[in-house]
């Protein structure tokens, strides 16, 4: 898959990813803002892992944000099971040298058509920390909807923190 967008590319992973992933996925002030799953410090073990499991996704739903010519972040999104096959939670991250650029919106409104278009979905959503401001203005920005606010349902970095709900539907 491959969505060329103004100033960025959405695309499959490709094997010699794996120094870029590390030189933007390596950062404290990226990792505090994702999932406990996402490494830190990301190492390149951690990418050669992240490749191989993006590698063998069938289908993908997980594909680099390419800035520059290097992979500089990344976004996907996960089909729920069961219940709730038809909706799906939507990431991002983008390295740092790279925020403020309107790179993750493109990215977001793109693969979030991609994935109204390829899988059998009515729903899209994303949490963000309450701590993260930029983000929340990312999805409202990509089209999303504030639905509401967990109180005290995470704890990243040892500090226990709201999580905000965004979502789209069609």
Known sequence: MKIVLEKAVIRDWKKHDADSIVRHANDRAVWRNLMDRFPHPY?????QDWLRF???Q????NFAIEVE??????????VGEDVHRRSAEIGYWLGKAYWGRGIVTAALKSLTDYAFQH?????IQACV????PASARVLE?????????????VT??????????????R
């Open 141 to 153: 920005k990509a089209g999303y909807t504030f639905e509401g606010r967990m109180a005290k349902s």
């Open 129 to 132: 920390f309450a701590w993260n």
């Open 156 to 169: 990243k970095d040892g500090e226990t923190t709201d999580q905000l709900i965004y979502a789209i539907v």
């Open 54 to 56: 993006a590698g063998e």
């Open 43 to 47: 190492t390149r073990a951690d990418a």
């Open 119 to 123: 899988a059998d979905l009515c729903r």
């Open 58 to 61: 069938k289908p993908p739903t």
């Open 69 to 78: 010519g290097y992979a500089a972040g990344g976004i996907g999104f996960r």
